[in-house]
């Protein structure tokens, strides 16, 4: 292997997206045996492409064609796969079939998608516990001294153990009660939103994504009150001229279960980022065929939830 592949992440993931799109000759169905999005697989495949230095494969008749190359690296990409599951602990084994997995999730999450997952695995022989935090910033330490299948998290938790697929983006919104003087702007500008009165949840705290942009723009906000409870939250949105600046449409989705917004005011919040709900993954149980059911019944239920 020459010196300029060594220098790059060439990981077990991207060798099983070479192998699997070789055979398959298709990124859709690739994404499928694999348990990725197919947008997945195309940025590994750039990646990829990146790394050899090749195209490796290009589309004919709705096809991936495997070059020259590809053709030459496919013995021993095979080689290196096998030599990998040898390697693997038993319990790991391919053969293994595992029922029991956890999965660590922030509250709004839980809220949105906990019991349509729990449905999905009704008529399955899996369980799966489910570990609440409140801190996304407790999900690293919890990932590093416990044995987590999955973590929904929307910040970056950079685990080196732990693969990691983004399920969708978000925009922020602002949230205030129709008496606020805020409210009847088509959005609101970080200046507004600084010099307002905050009411910050786990997504908006002093630890969240949001507060993590607002710390890199050395920009400051006066927090009133924080709280993680909802009904507290929509009290006092009612009662006060607070201003809350969450996500969408993950938050209105849970809020709109729960209350009449019909007396809030809702906007966009005028950010140039976004947040990522990230699905962390243990590289190596992807070989097992129950760990890859879950994930596709986690990763579909968010998107059922949060996208439709």
């Known amino acids: 292997m020459s010196n300029s592949i060594i220098t790059h992440d060439l990981s077990y993931h991207l060798l099983m997206v070479f192998y699997t799109l070789y055979y398959t000759k298709s990124v859709t169905e690739t994404a499928n045996k694999l348990f990725v999005t197919q947008s997945t697989v195309s940025n590994n495949l750039r990646k990829l492409r990146d790394i050899f230095d090749d195209q490796l494969f290009y589309k004919n008749n709705n096809r991936m064609i495997a070059t020259a190359k590809a053709e030459n690296l496919i013995v021993k990409v095979t080689d290196i796969l096998r030599l990998y599951q040898k390697l693997l602990p038993k319990k790991y084994s391919l053969k293994q079939s595992t029922h029991s997995f956890n999965l660590c999730i922030t509250p709004l999450l839980q809220d949105l998608c906990y019991t349509k997952i729990i449905q999905k695995l009704h008529n399955t022989p899996y369980k799966l516990e489910v570990y609440n935090l409140h801190d996304e910033q407790m999900l690293k330490e919890v990932a590093n001294s416990t044995n987590m299948d999955f973590i929904l998290s929307s910040t970056d938790l950079s685990l080196p153990q732990y693969h990691k697929e983004i399920l969708y983006t978000e ?94 005011y809702i906007c966009p919040l005028q950010l140039n980022e976004k947040a990522h709900h990230t699905l962390y993954f243990l590289n190596e149980k992807m070989l097992i065929a129950d760990y890859a059911n879950i994930k596709q019944i986690i990763t579909s239920t968010i998107y059922e939830s949060t996208v439709s």
């Open 171 to 264: 925009d922020f919104i602002v949230i205030m009660n129709k008496k606020n003087p805020l409210a009847g702007q088509k959005f609101v500008t970080m200046k507004d939103y600084l010099q307002a009165m905050h009411l910050v949840n786990s997504f908006s705290s002093k630890k969240s994504f949001l507060a993590n942009v607002l710390d890199k723009k050395n920009m400051e906000r006066q927090i009133f009150l924080e709280t993680d409870n909802i009904i507290s939250i929509y009290t006092a949105l009612q009662k006060f001229n607070f201003v809350l600046a969450t996500l969408t449409p993950t938050f209105l989705k849970v809020y709109e279960n729960i209350f009449d917004l019909s007396d809030m």
